[in-house]
């Protein structure tokens, strides 16, 4: 029988609940309870409970030097969709939860999210500049669908005319394509659709609980005939995983119409170092050492590098042919197409609670 420590949990990224690195108090399994499971093939059942939470602000600078976006903004914390590389699982640390299991069982829901957006884009000081969902975790999540907070924020950007970018995996984005198409009458909208690989067994292992990949490639093609700009995000590059994919992926893509695709290389930072690690061995056991040397040696020896301007495009050789492929593909196929700015020029700032019309 295979040992509990060493069987994949199926539906979820993590493996294990990861201990938050910051708190003094740790649960660990019992010896009893891993004994059981392994006896009578008994898993412990995960449940996603969403827990209320009540933030002063919701719109953050991002300072970043590797990331383009100038301001985000994240409906939820943690995500269901359970990606087992997301950078965003140490962030749930700083809430008091785990980055394993904890990051996509246990949902954080900002319900007063719209209303911190609408006063902030209102502040006589604002000048408009694009404000994305989601820097951090997935405004499409399935949470979304419950709770709707996502769609009521793009509300708010379409009525003061305030640019918005939009970063997912779901094709729950589709549901508001009425707002969409809107807010791309004005030039208000651009979304960023993640494709991380064309074989949906590689995609159920990594991203277990995300949209297909033919539904997400149809969810860039509704986009795309809707007029609405799409980039793909053909991330994380995990060589030995996907890396051998960059060049279909981005004819894939290109076919359903996105007009440029970005990606980075994987660099697993904080806690993800033990929970991919730990994924792989389950996953993918006979290529799990091989997996890390190279992602290694894509970070001069380390799993990851935090240098800006180097962490997320790794270097060394495995690095510079994953960039050569990614601009083989783009000459090839993205050479006449461009992504537009968005407009920031139709929202005016407020004064003592009088929109300046002139």
């Known amino acids: 029988m295979i040992d509990p420590k060493k069987e994949i949990r199926k539906g979820r990224g993590a493996q294990t609940h990861k201990a938050n690195r910051f708190e003094a108090l740790r649960q660990e399994p019992l010896e009893e309870f891993l004994e059981y499971s392994r006896l ?23 300072t970043s030097p590797d990331v ?69 975790t997935d405004c499409y999540q399935p949470a979304e669908r419950r709770f709707g907070i996502t769609r009521r924020c793009l509300e708010v950007f379409l009525r003061y005319r305030h640019p918005v970018g939009i970063i ?44 297909s990949i033919p539904k997400r490639l149809e969810t860039i093609r509704e986009l795309a005939e809707a007029g609405i700009p799409v980039n793909a995000m053909l991330a994380p590059i995990i060589p030995g995983i996907n890396s051998h994919e960059i060049m279909e992926l981005a004819k894939a893509v290109a076919d359903a119409g996105a007009r440029s695709f970005g990606f980075t290389v994987v660099r697993l930072n904080g806690a993800l170092a033990d929970l991919f690690g730990d994924w792989l061995q389950r996953a993918l056991p006979d290529r799990a050492e091989k997996v890390l040397s190279q ?46 700015d968005l407009n920031c020029d139709l929202h005016a700032p407020f004064k003592d609670g009088q929109l300046r019309l002139f």
């Open 40 to 62: 009578y093939g008994e898993a412990e059942k995960i449940r996603t409970t969403y827990l209320k939470v009540h933030p002063k602000t919701i719109v953050n600078k991002v």
């Open 68 to 136: 383009s976006m100038p301001y985000s903004m994240n409906p939820y914390q943690g995500c269901e969709h359970g990606c087992v590389y997301c950078y965003a699982r140490n962030s749930h640390e700083f809430w008091g939860y785990g980055p394993g299991l904890d990051f996509e069982s246990k949902i954080l829901v900002k319900e007063s999210a719209p209303a911190l957006l609408e006063a902030h884009i209102r502040k006589a000081s604002w000048k408009a500049a694009p404000i994305v969902l989601s820097g951090n």
């Open 168 to 211: 997912t995996k779901n094709a729950l984005v589709l549901r508001d394509l009425d707002l969409l198409c809107d807010l791309n009458g004005h030039g208000l909208v651009g979304v960023n659709v993640s494709v991380t690989s064309l074989e949906e067994s590689t995609r159920r292992l990594l991203e277990p609980r995300t949209a």
């Open 295 to 340: 992602i290694r040696a894509c970070h001069g020896g380390s799993l990851n590098d935090s240098r800006f301007g180097i962490r997320n495009k790794g270097e060394g050789a495995i690095a510079t042919q994953i960039h050569q492929m990614a601009a083989v593909a783009r000459k090839k196929y993205f050479s006449d197409r461009i992504f537009p």
